[in-house]
């Protein structure tokens, strides 16, 4: 079975920084892409930035040059370095990646279960 695990979230000023990470575990093949998304109240969830198993990246034209998006394959993690937080990035952030798991031969997405960040004004 394979798990995403996120981490990281909290409460955080205007302006400050954080930093997500999230960690694959269990019987896993390879991992394709990997991604972080988020959704605020009453709102759908968005993609906010994207790696591929190269390390090519995309991200939200609301956090570009703010956000950046790295991986670690050796650990099988993903992190999102957040900087110069606004209010308007207040949601739960979710990891996302495409996993091939032992004993098949094609990926599956998962999800974690979410961490929020809380920016205040």
């Known amino acids: 079975q394979v798990q995403l695990v996120e981490s990281g979230g909290g409460l955080v000023q205007t302006g400050g920084s954080l930093r997500l990470s999230c960690a694959a575990s269990g019987s896993i093949s390879y991992i394709n892409a990997m991604g972080w998304y988020r959704q605020a109240p009453g709102k759908q969830r968005e993609m906010v930035a994207h790696i591929s198993s190269g390390g090519a990246t995309k991200y939200a034209d609301s956090v570009k040059g703010r956000f950046t998006i790295s991986r670690d394959n050796a650990k099988n993690a993903v992190y999102l370095q957040m900087t110069t937080l606004k209010p308007g990035d207040t949601a739960v952030y979710y990891c996302?990646?495409?996993?091939?798991?032992?004993?098949?031969?094609?990926?599956?997405?998962?999800w974690g279960k979410g961490t929020l960040v809380t920016v205040s004004s």
């Open positions: 996302n990646a495409n996993i091939v798991p032992l004993l098949l031969d094609y990926g599956v997405d998962y």
